[in-house]
């Protein structure tokens, strides 16, 4: 009688890449109703538009490539994709800069690599990043959060994405800018004289934080990825910000709770980082990968030319994950040696 031979994998989670997707647009749902509070429905617009262009990328580059759609389409990461970029544009963005950015992330920096998982830099921080370096008066255009001026209604941030010319839109620096542009003041007199500051970091922003680091405590629950990255991250950031304090000077650059409660902090440390398919893989390395990302944060924030610089860090050591897994591999049982030694 012939006996059936199965080749591996003879065990199967419970886990699916969609599952982990569902799970990550749970975790960013504080975050997004802190910054829709704050900024008005703006974001809200950007991620409902992000979707739609990220969805029809998608499906074209699948056809293109003679994928079959259903499958991927259904995986969620398109929509993982146009979410956190809908997250990081300014709210209520022009609806041809967003599809700009998401045909970036999604054909240039996901398919043309050969889609998910194969790609080697973090679709959503490459659509940012084009954007940044292309546009960068209407990725500066940040309106006022909550208390400051007149948060934009739906119709508003509707307006504001597909009518821009329309739109009467007012905006503001936000509070890493303010700390970039003024090197020569006492930190309690910027306090006084900016109305963007909050009580630890920006108005709006400590709080939008304070959501996305409790999202990214559920995803750690719910052990999506590990503390490693994102931990080392905040610890290296936190750790460059307290050796330059002097405790007065703007030039000093800021607190540690300013820059950990600032810009796209939390939000960089627990969604961008913790990508499994562009980080270090093994323990050490992602430890290496989360501390190089804090340590060029605060450089690029305090001495670069770019004052929120999650994604310039992000992209850069996307470039250094590999070589960090070749340095950092694990012991082969029997072995003295790292793997790469032996």
């Given amino acids: 009688m012939p006996l059936l031979r199965i080749s591996s994998p003879h065990a199967h989670g419970s886990t699916s890449t969609a599952s982990i997707m569902r799970q990550v647009l749970l975790a960013t749902l504080p975050g997004i109703l802190v ?20 969805l029809a990328c998608e499906a074209l580059a699948l056809a293109l490539r003679r994928r079959p759609l259903g ?10 994709t146009a979410t956190l970029l809908g997250i990081a544009l300014p709210p209520g963005s022009p609806w041809w800069l967003i599809a700009v950015g998401m045909a970036s992330a999604i054909l240039l920096a996901k398919h ?4 998910l998982g194969y790609n080697l830099f973090n679709p959503a921080m490459v659509g940012y990043v084009v954007l940044l370096i292309s546009f960068p008066v209407q990725m500066t255009a940040w309106t006022p959060p909550r208390g400051l001026g007149e948060v934009p209604g739906l119709w508003q941030a509707l307006q504001a994405c597909f009518l821009p010319a329309w739109y009467d839109g007012v905006t503001m620096a936000t509070p890493l800018d303010v700390l970039r542009q003024n090197d020569g003041l006492l930190l309690q007199d910027l306090w006084q004289q900016t109305p963007q500051f909050g009580r630890w970091a920006g ?42 304090y002097d405790g007065g000077s703007s030039a000093s650059g800021g607190s540690p709770l300013f820059h950990l409660l600032s810009g796209a902090t939390m939000f960089g440390a627990f969604f961008i980082v913790t990508d499994p398919v562009t980080s270090a893989v093994s323990v050490r390395g992602r430890m290496m990968f989360g501390a190089l990302v804090g340590l060029l944060v605060y450089l690029i924030r305090v001495w670069g030319s770019y004052p929120d610089a999650v994604a310039f860090a992000v992209l850069i050591m996307n470039f250094a994950a590999p070589f960090i897994d070749h340095y950092t591999q694990p012991r082969t049982y029997g072995h003295r040696k790292p793997r790469g030694e032996t």
């Fill in 203 to 244: 108005l709006g922003w400590e709080w939008a934080n304070l959501a996305f680091l409790a999202g990214g405590l559920w995803l750690l629950y719910r052990r999506v990825f590990s503390w490693h990255a994102p931990l080392s991250m905040l610890a290296s950031l936190a750790l460059c910000a307290a050796l330059f």
């Fill in 71 to 80: 499958f991927y389409l259904r995986d969620y990461s398109a929509l993982v």
């Fill in 35 to 54: 910054l829709t509070h704050f900024f008005g429905f703006g974001t809200l617009v950007n991620i409902a538009w992000a979707c739609v262009v990220g």
């Fill in 112 to 115: 043309l690599y050969g889609g």
